[in-house]
């Protein structure tokens, strides 16, 4: 018979830091995130991921101090209801987390099929028809229902392999096009340098940075199933982090350095890693590299999956979602019928949001569109919940008689800050069909107050965290 409760002890720590590494998607840097950050900041595409991760560290310090107190697979939001006990905010913050995690893996699915026919146009001069780039951008959740529904167990072996492979892979590549590279400089670490000014550069680091780095935030759903939580999770969040920030900033450098004044040539078809990587070594080494990213990109919104089919099932354990949605598989642990929610909505919205911006503008700037558009919602909702973390942390600690005033408000607030003008001028100047962003933003608030509304005598509260009780009681 099915049960409620998740398997737990099924993640160790290294476990848990490659998952993140994986879902955050090393290749991305070469290929997709890396790409979009230089189409909108251009030379100072690095310097946006530099400083995106820089802010992330200063957000960091909320969840590591709230992983070691609550363990819950609702995450975030369930960070912040542990300090702010309103329901109408706590689970707001539920529903945008559900908004990103879903929103990342439409995203995501979308991104396989366009790299597939962005890396066929550079490589050979064809390009697939919609119908094809529809069915292969469908792999990536039939897959996730496959692994999804089997014990977390798999997809921990899965990432540790795929997290491996291209960390080892692309850092080869891009040290090589660093050696072979003429254009060296530290002129990609100046702001002043961006294409698109101020505008640009937050935007770069929105779709880029942020949207790369957020999947840093996918284990904090494991708090029940990870091997001593509160020990553990903090420590693989910093660790997959550090990883990411140093490894993404050098590969991002490295297409920068290789391409130099011809970045726009580059940037032609959406694929300057392929376009170098072919310029510099030949087509075998490019075809590798495609390969790879393929693989990667397919699997990262496989792993995430977990964490919104976690989400889901967390949501619906408060009440705010059909209680069929916790029904846990007595063999594998796996939330299943949460697991059916996530491919659905998935597929749904693959076909709404790809059929028609492609009719509108053609494959090439209706596929990259389609990404753009949900990566840029996702990583707004990201920053948003990322501030009501931060800013929750020194109302908890204040009840719990532990006020740090620099690490618990002057460094979550700066990050806060950062955050909320990134979010700013991300949203200035935004045309054509990335204005969709300004209504699907409003939209989802506004849904998640109805929701939220509605189910307002069936949702379950987790008690405060005080200080005669400073830990949540799941662990």
Do not use: C
Not at 154 to 165: M, T
Not at 223 to 229: C, D, I, R, T, W
Not at 341 to 361: K, S
Request: glycine content about 8%; proline content about 4%.
């Amino acid at each position: 018979m099915a049960g409620m409760k998740l398997k737990s002890g099924s993640l160790g720590f290294w476990g848990l830091v490659f998952y993140a590494v994986s879902v955050i998607f090393p290749a991305g840097a070469f290929a997709v995130t890396g790409v979009t950050a230089m189409t909108y900041a251009g030379t100072t595409a690095p310097l946006a991921f530099l400083i995106g991760g820089a802010t992330l560290f200063l957000a960091i310090i909320a969840i590591y101090i709230f992983s070691s107190k609550v363990s819950n697979a609702g995450g975030y939001y369930k960070y912040v209801e542990s300090s702010v006990h309103n329901k109408y905010l706590s689970k707001s913050m539920g529903l945008y987390q559900l908004f990103w995690v879903i929103g990342d893996m439409i995203a995501a699915s979308i991104i396989v099929g366009w790299f597939l026919w962005t890396g066929l146009v550079t490589l050979t001069g064809y390009s697939l028809p919609l119908v094809a780039v529809l069915l292969i951008a469908f792999i990536t959740p039939i897959i996730y229902l496959l692994v999804g529904f089997f014990s977390i167990k798999v997809s921990q072996k899965l990432a540790l392999i795929f997290g491996i492979i291209q960390i080892a892979f692309f850092l080869l590549l891009a040290i090589a096009l660093i050696v072979k590279a003429p254009y060296n400089g530290v002129q990609y670490f100046n702001i002043g340098n961006s294409t698109n000014g101020l505008y640009g550069f937050f935007l770069a680091m929105v779709v880029g940075a942020f949207l790369a780095y957020g999947g840093y935030g996918s284990i904090v759903s494991f708090g029940e199933e990870a091997k001593l939580p509160k020990h553990t999770l903090k420590k693989a969040i910093v660790t997959a982090l550090l990883i990411m920030v140093a490894f993404d900033t050098f590969v991002v450098y490295a297409l920068e350095a290789a391409s130099g004044p011809n970045l726009g040539t580059a940037l032609q078809f959406f694929a300057p890693g392929l376009y170098l990587t072919k310029a510099y070594f030949g087509i075998a080494l490019t075809l590798i590299a495609f390969a790879i990213v393929e693989i990667a990109q397919l699997m990262s919104p496989v792993l995430f999956g977990n964490s919104a089919s976690r989400t889901i099932f967390a949501l619906a354990r408060d009440g705010l979602l059909p209680k069929s949605l916790t029904k846990v598989h007595p063999k594998y642990g796996s939330p299943y019928m949460s697991v059916f929610a996530v491919f659905g909505v998935v597929v749904i919205g693959v076909i709404v949001t790809m059929v028609p911006l492609v009719a509108l503008y053609g494959e090439s700037n209706g596929l990259f569109d389609s990404f753009v558009i949900w990566g840029t919602a996702i990583t707004i909702f990201t920053l948003i919940y990322h501030i009501a973390t931060n800013e929750s942390l020194p109302i908890m600690m204040h009840r719990l008689k532990h006020m740090n005033v620099v690490s618990h408000i002057v460094a979550p607030t700066l990050g806060s800050i950062i955050m909320a003008i990134a979010i700013y001028y991300s949203l200035q100047g935004l045309s054509g069909p990335l204005e969709a962003v300004l209504v699907m933003i409003p939209a989802w608030i506004i849904i998640s107050l109805v929701v939220v509304y509605v189910r307002r005598d069936k949702i379950k509260m987790e008690p405060l965290l005080t200080k005669a009780h400073p830990t949540d009681s799941i662990r």
